[in-house]
């Protein structure tokens, strides 16, 4: 975990009730599946966003308006400078990917996988991706993970773009391995309808987001686990649905 | 040079800083972040006879200047905390901690406080009779005089490190709780735990927390305390240690000014995980603005 002041260098719309922020300055080096929390001006506790993408001093997020929080969020602008906490929780676990890793990212659970891509890519793992959505207007990111060289799938659920349905409608045959971030209903379809190994990345509401108040804490086969600090990615075996 | 130090019930502390339990676990976690040893002490995450996993998620709500919080005690039990916790917790912090105590029958305060009390480094044993989130628990103790005596009495008969009952401010005279433990044996008084608080999701119509109700604490309750923390020191001899929405080294001197020996943190370690830190650097310049040579002399 990293204290950090980051200037907002970009923030706008992306899709439905979506925005893209990137944030420039001292960002610490973030991995695949760690989320920041920004602390915003009359709000008291910190929001928690999943990092999209971290380099070069560069951290991007990508956010669904959903409360106060992140619809103050939308008015910030270029230059505004924030208190941010970088680099929390544990990150997905790229030495499990396999040849052909499987990416799935329902909603505003799709950004954690764009660093996750990049990475796996880097490493030279067959990146394949599904990206699930309600409906045509709050797609998202398609053509920047064709870009990384993955192949790409996206859903909506009214048929109004890409494959009708849910992301458990697309999955292939033959991935190596799974990582998923999305709706905990999108999370235990592909819990029972996958039988390769692969991991969650969880979402609960926090208090602190870095493991001292126990705000976020889910039952696992291993016993309580805090999913700020001990999550956010836990291996598919062992979470109970 | 200013003097920061402040004796608590026979124990030197290097300062009144003591951030509150609850907020800082077991202190490993933000021994990654800073030395921890620049605190007056700390008191760790409160502990109970059996592992408790807690309240169903949502456990956490915003609010303005402050945050309810409903987790419910969630802790490995008191074996696991001498087996596990403690081995960690010395490896970063060598001065004497403060153990919390919480239970559901007397007899549960009595076991949890003489397992801890054999501790070599607890040094107080700060009994929860005050916690808002578990249902028939520890809150039920706090608001009634006779039920708080007759923990403070069980408690006091199987240890012998000074014990320390923190209240809780959902009562209507918060004194008389005070007095019933001082008169039952209590070295000392902590205040106040958190307020009874909720919050309704206007898009759901339901309480955002999933256990409908649970404990205000922040900024937003500093008068709160601050003016318990008043009534109560003027209404027992023993020494009262204040917290309740401290975020400062100025409110740690204006909770020591209305009669606090020492004062805990709380909420602000969670927004600012710096927090506790902070208020132990800041605190000699805030004295030296105010004229205070010595935190005694309040």
């Not at chain 1, 760690?34 to 928690?48: A, M, N, S, T």
């Not at chain 1, 208190?83 to 890793?101: E, F, I, K, Q």
């Not at chain 2, 106040?192 to 309480?207: A, E, F």
Request: aromatic share 8%; net charge neutral; with cysteine.
């Amino acid at each position: 975990m990293k204290q950090t002041v980051l200037t907002v260098k970009e923030n706008r719309a992306l899709a439905k009730s979506v925005y893209i922020m990137t944030l420039g300055g001292d960002t610490g080096a973030n991995k695949p599946g760690q989320f920041v929390e920004i602390k915003l001006d009359g709000l008291y506790l910190r929001r928690p966003i999943s990092v999209c993408d971290c380099e070069n001093g560069y951290l991007t997020i990508i956010y669904k308006v959903v409360g106060s929080g992140t619809e103050q969020m939308t008015g910030l602008k270029e230059g505004d400078r924030l208190d941010v906490l970088t680099c929390l929780g544990n990150g997905y676990d790229l030495a499990a990917a396999g040849d052909r890793p499987l990416l799935i990212g329902g909603g505003v659970g799709v950004p954690p996988m764009y660093l996750l891509a990049k990475e796996l890519i880097k490493q030279g793992k067959e990146v394949s991706v599904i990206l699930g959505f309600n409906t045509r207007d709050e797609v998202f990111f398609e053509d920047e993970f064709a870009s990384l060289g993955c192949s790409v799938t996206v859903t909506t659920a009214d048929g109004s773009y890409g494959v009708r349905g849910f992301v458990t409608d697309a999955l292939p045959d033959n991935a190596s391995y799974f990582y998923a971030c999305g709706p905990k209903p999108m999370l235990r379809a592909l819990s029972e309808r996958t039988d390769i190994p692969g991991e969650f990345s969880l979402e609960e509401r926090m208090g602190c987001g870095f493991g001292a108040c126990m705000g976020c804490s889910v039952m696992t086969k291993s016993g309580a686990k805090r999913v700020c600090k001990d999550g956010p990615v836990f291996k598919k075996e062992e979470l109970i649905w | 040079m200013v003097n920061t130090k402040v004796s608590l019930l026979g124990i030197t502390l290097d300062n009144p800083v003591i951030p509150a339990s609850g907020t800082f676990g077991y202190g490993y976690e933000f021994a990654e972040l800073y030395d921890i040893n620049a605190l007056g002490t700390f008191s760790f995450k409160g502990t109970t006879r059996e592992p408790r996993f807690g309240n169903p998620t949502p456990r956490i709500a915003e609010c303005t200047a402050g945050m309810i919080n409903a987790v419910g005690l969630q802790n490995p039990g008191v074996e696991k905390v001498i087996s596990e916790e403690l081995p960690k917790l010395r490896k970063v912090f060598h001065k004497p901690v403060m153990a919390n105590v919480s239970g559901f029958s007397v007899e549960d305060y009595a076991c949890t406080a003489a397992l801890l009390d054999k501790e070599e480094q607890v040094g107080w044993i700060e009994i929860n009779v005050s916690c808002p989130n578990v249902h028939g628990g520890g809150m039920s103790f706090g608001t009634e005089p006779k039920a708080a005596a007759e923990v403070t009495t069980a408690v006091k008969k199987v240890t012998t490190k000074p014990i320390i009952l923190k209240l809780s401010p959902n009562v209507t005279d918060i004194t008389a709780i005070a007095k019933a433990c001082e008169d039952a044996g209590a070295d000392g008084i902590s205040l106040i735990n958190t307020l009874l608080g909720m919050r309704i999701d206007l898009k759901t119509r339901k309480p955002v927390i999933a256990n409908t109700m649970g404990g205000f604490s922040g900024p937003a309750v500093f008068p709160v305390a601050l003016r318990m923390v008043y009534q109560t020191a003027r209404a027992v001899k023993i020494p009262v240690i204040g917290m309740g929405g401290v975020t400062s080294a100025e409110d740690v001197l204006e909770m020591m000014m209305a009669g606090a020996k020492a004062v805990e943190v709380g909420a602000a370690n969670l927004i600012d995980p710096f927090a506790s830190k902070k208020i132990v650097e800041n605190l000699p310049r805030a004295m030296e603005k105010y004229g205070i040579k010595d935190l005694n002399e309040l």
